[in-house]
């Protein structure tokens, strides 16, 4: 089981670190959460982003926003589209993710001789959303990518 250590960065924002170099930003809104990006898929993220936000007492709804399609930005986001999370990446990310979620690329990126037995997903990039467009508002807090 992969460790994720995590740092209050501001009353709103919490930094997850995870395998490597890996970090994610949670965001926690008046209205909304958003986690920004997902890691590379091992252990459960979203276990510690719910444990994140209980803590907080906070009850609002998440969204996921992958700033790219990079293995270590994006393979996370699997456990998010199961549990019917809105995760969100740019259309013109779209071949890198697909590119990167590949097993094959991911256990050889990555020299996973440590980590034969963790078991390596990605979504169906047809289950993330994307383009041009405006994120949901978290309330005070708002995103916007073109």
Not at 9 to 21: K, M, Q
Request: charged share 25%.
């Amino acid at each position: 089981m992969l460790n994720f250590p995590t740092e209050t960065v501001d009353s709103h924002i919490t930094r997850i670190y995870a395998f490597g170099t890996e970090l994610m930003y949670l965001v926690e809104g008046t209205e909304k959460n958003v986690l920004i990006d997902t890691g590379i898929g091992f252990g459960s993220l979203k276990g510690v982003v719910d444990e994140i936000l209980a803590a907080h007492g906070n009850t609002n709804p998440l969204a996921v926003l992958l700033t790219h399609g990079h293995v270590e930005h994006a393979n996370g986001s699997g456990e998010f589209v199961d549990a019917g999370i809105p995760v969100y990446l740019s259309e013109k990310d779209r071949y890198i993710y697909l590119q990167h979620s590949d097993e094959v690329f991911r256990r050889g990126s990555l020299e996973m001789e440590d980590f034969a037995e963790q078991e390596v997903s990605a979504p169906d990039c047809g289950m993330i959303g994307g383009g041009r467009g405006r994120f949901p508002a978290l309330g005070e807090k708002k995103f916007n990518w073109k």
